[in-house]
Each structure stands twice: as C-alpha cells, then as structure tokens.
C-alpha cells in the first residue's frame, strides 16, 4: 500500500512538471515568435528610413543647385 502511494505520488509530480514544461515551451514559442517580429519589423524601418534619407538627400541637391547667387556680378562688393 505504502509502495502504490508513493507511485502515484511521483506520477502526480511527473504530471505536474510535464505540464510546466509544455507551458513554459508554449510561453517561450510565443516571445520567440514577437521577438522575431520585432527585428524583422526594425529592419524593414531602417531601410525605409535609408531610403528617405537618400531622398532626403537628393531634393536638397536638387535645391542648392537651383539657388543662383545673384551678388556675383553686382557692382557693390
């Protein structure tokens, strides 16, 4: 009898971590699942934002070439 009640102990307890193992494994699936949102979702903004700047980048070009300095041939320098 003794024997038959440490069994199911011991089961009971076997259950038990089992149980926490798969919570702890479905817990650690889903941040790992975030995470990897995350980083993906980082790396497409910083070439988005690469992008813009090169853009960004261009316009201003395009703008200082069409400013002329119109003091060059002005006879008070």
Do not use: P, W
Not at 7 to 24: K, S
Not at 65 to 70: L, M, V
């Amino acid at each position: 009898m003794l024997n038959y009640c440490q069994i199911q102990l011991l089961l009971t307890l076997l259950i038990d971590h089992g149980q926490i193992v798969t919570m702890l494994t479905i817990v650690v699936i889903f941040f790992a699942v975030l995470l990897i949102l995350g980083v993906r979702k980082s790396y497409k903004l910083k070439k988005e934002n690469e992008q813009l700047d090169k853009i960004s980048e261009k316009l201003a070009k395009e703008e200082e070439e069409k400013y002329n300095d119109f003091t060059d041939g002005h006879m008070y320098q």
